[in-house]
């Protein structure tokens, strides 16, 4: 079925190694999305057998006949082959599983050769560890048998293995074509990797199961704990959201303005949202994330090649020859009603035109080549917003390219506050930096004396607005006489103010801080 976003398309690659066959559903009212294809392309380059069915066919608007023709001209199948079904009536759902049986071959069983399992997936349980959960391609796993990964080649007892069915279901073996769970006491989170592949001790495979590719993280940013001493129930809590989300990559980092914390690799922007709102919800952890960033690649003056993908990396403008930045190829399949608004949000994003192919029931596929870093954000809420939903969006990256890039610096009386740098086109900066400057302005509490709030690329400040000072009336104490004795008490609140300006630290509010992270295009 067609996921939501693009950002879990490595999700149904992780599902398709482990199967022989797949049910290609279609909406019969919506028809085939960028996505259907995306993912049936992973299928067939897995060599699955593939059944292709119309689903909503209860719903007036669907329509078979049209939509059929669509997966035709999409699969080469005959018209004939393709099923349809309601999941609301139930209506042609037991000719669909005779045909599963029918169609889709059983697995091999290869029980011969030595053991091959590749791990799909993983949780953690607090009392017994990590459980794996594997799908046998060759070999046999016996209960209490010694088996070893071999990324890391660590050692364990397989102390449980079973079926997973509603529960789980203990067995005394897993052969060739079982897909199942190996718990073995796995207390160290690192060692259970998804994708990685399991072997006996005894009798090891050579090489690993190939073709399976690991997710390569496309957003990075920085989480850091609002209490300091939160810091190691962050690590505990993304060790453990790692086991099940192999997409999720994190390293340590400190930061300035906000301590102690991790650089973390997401897929997009939605993906990072989720593992925020998991860290919330299920360990109860308040996190400040910064500015997300795309990898660049950072050509040197003196040679060689840097990759950045965090603001406080980046090299001095005049240690730096040329930035290439991430360029993707997206694919929109859209009614042709929206062509427009779709053609100019592309064109804003610094997109270049590739063709654009008209399909059955008034639709249209338009290609652009674009930079990953216009798409990651809120590329694909503006796409729905503009389309009333009925785009679709898939992408996949091709190559790095020059690009104008700068690194945009906030400072607040001349210091530089790391986590809000960020990496931006040059032609969009001092828009960028009166966005933020006017925001801080906001949000940042009047002090004894005047706060500049800066938008600077390099030494050169490009946007500003100052945070007034309260002002103290010394004077009050004064009566009646000699104008003097006023200008002496104000010459010395002068004097000290100026003295404060130099010694006093502004301190960012974390509401200061959300809301300039948080901000859109709106704003």
Not at 213 to 235: H, N
Request: glycine share 8%.
């Amino acid at each position: 079925d067609t996921p939501g976003h693009v950002d879990f398309a490595y999700e149904v690659s992780r599902a398709l190694k482990a199967c022989e066959g797949a049910i290609l559903v279609v909406d019969a009212t919506q028809g085939i999305e960028a996505q259907t294809i995306s993912n049936l392309y992973q299928a067939i380059d897995q060599d699955l057998e593939i059944v292709p069915v119309l689903n909503k066919i209860d719903l007036p608007s669907s329509d078979p006949e049209g939509v059929g023709q669509q997966i035709v001209d999409l699969i080469g199948c005959d018209k004939e082959d393709i099923l349809t079904v309601s999941g609301k009536t139930g209506e042609g759902v037991p000719a669909l599983l005779e045909a599963i049986v029918e169609r889709i071959p059983g697995p091999k069983q290869e029980t011969e050769k030595p053991l091959k399992a590749l791990i799909f997936d993983s949780i953690f349980n607090t009392y017994r560890g990590s459980v794996a959960y594997v799908r046998v391609f060759e070999g046999v796993l016996k209960k209490g048998e010694a088996f070893k990964f071999m990324a890391n080649k660590q050692e364990y007892n397989a102390e449980e293995i079973g079926f997973l069915k509603m529960s789980y279901q203990p067995t005394k073996e897993l052969r060739a074509g079982d897909v199942g769970y190996v718990i073995g006491s796995v207390k160290s989170l690192q060692d259970v990797r998804v994708g990685d592949t399991i072997t006996t001790v005894k009798n090891p495979a050579e090489h690993p199961i190939s073709g399976y590719q690991e997710a390569k993280p496309m957003v990075f940013s920085g989480i850091f704990p609002t209490q300091s001493e939160d810091f190691e129930d962050l690590r505990a809590a993304l060790e453990k959201l790692q086991l099940n989300d192999a997409s999720l990559t994190y390293e340590p980092e400190t930061s300035k303005a906000l301590g102690f914390g991790f650089r973390a690799g997401f897929l997009g922007l939605l993906h990072m949202e989720i593992v925020q709102e998991r860290l919330d919800r299920e360990f109860d952890i308040d996190i400040i994330t910064t500015v997300p960033n795309v990898q660049y690649e950072v050509h040197l003056e003196e040679g060689g090649v840097i990759e950045v993908d965090n603001p406080s990396q980046m090299p001095e403008v005049g240690d730096i020859d040329k930035i290439y930045e991430p360029y993707i190829k997206a694919s929109i399949i859209t009614p042709a009603d929206y062509i427009g608004p779709i053609m100019k949000l592309c064109q804003e994003r610094r997109g270049v035109y590739i063709n654009q192919m008209f399909m059955q029931n008034n639709r249209v596929e338009i290609t652009y080549e674009l930079p990953m870093a216009e798409v990651v954000f809120d590329f694909y809420d503006k796409l729905k917003s503009g389309t009333r939903g009925y785009a679709s969006l898939d992408y996949e990256f091709i190559e790095f390219r020059p690009g104008h890039l700068v690194r945009l610096d906030i400072l607040l009386n001349g210091d530089q506050v790391d986590a809000l740098s960020s990496i931006t086109h040059r032609d969009k900066a001092y828009y960028q930096g009166r966005k933020v400057c006017a925001k801080l302005k906001e949000l940042i509490p009047r002090q004894q004396f005047e706060v500049a709030v800066q938008a600077a690329i390099g030494s050169r400040v490009i946007a500003r607005d100052s945070v007034r000072a309260l002002r103290k009336d010394v004077t009050a104490k004064c009566y009646g006489g000699d104008i003097s004795r006023k200008r002496k008490l104000l010459e010395k609140q002068k004097e000290g103010k100026k003295r404060m300006k130099q010694v006093g630290s502004v301190e960012i509010p974390q509401e200061a801080f959300l809301a300039v992270l948080s901000m859109d295009d709106e704003d």
